[in-house]
């Protein structure tokens, strides 16, 4: 999962209530049927920094609650409000999201763009601009052992 630092970071969902929010304001159709369909209870994710210098995986964190309404989309008050929502039901929703492990070591993109076993992951890919995208076990594996997870 893919978030920009500077709006809402690794460090901002540790200090979230039980280190725990609501993966809000995706409004990629690919991306929220990823959440929607995909993204299971005690699924692990990878949170990654982007819009930053360098970009990278800053920390894990686990789905905590599957996918249900995202009501950011229908808020005018939301940065994430969607105009198109404001008076019909609408389809974007978000998951609920806790931060479970700080990298002793921030994986950036250099790294995972240097490293052989990471040669076919979507982030390094031309393209590939989704704000989720899913991640092989295998990569998953390649990242915690480069990153070194500390339990929070």
């Known amino acids: 999962m893919k978030t920009e630092p500077d709006v809402f970071s690794f460090e ?18 690919q991306a929220r049927n990823l959440m ?10 990878l949170i990654y920094h982007s819009s930053t210098t360098p970009p990278g995986v800053a920390g894990l964190a686990e789905v905590v609650k599957e ?6 989309a229908s808020d005018p008050k939301s940065q994430y409000y969607d105009p198109k929502s404001k008076n019909k039901p609408h389809s974007w929703v978000c998951v609920d999201v806790k931060a479970t492990h700080r990298l002793k070591s921030f994986v950036s993109l250099s790294k995972i763009r240097d490293h052989p076993k990471l040669a076919s992951m979507l982030v390094i890919k031309r393209g590939q601009r989704l704000s989720i995208q899913p991640v092989l076990e295998k990569e998953w594996d390649v990242i915690v052992s480069l990153g070194e997870p500390i339990f929070i």
């Open 67 to 72: 996918a249900y309404l995202d009501a950011s």
């Open 12 to 29: 901002d969902l540790i200090q979230c209530k039980n280190r725990t929010d609501a993966w809000q304001g995706v409004r990629n159709y």
């Open 36 to 45: 929607r369909d995909d993204f299971k209870l005690g699924d692990k994710v």
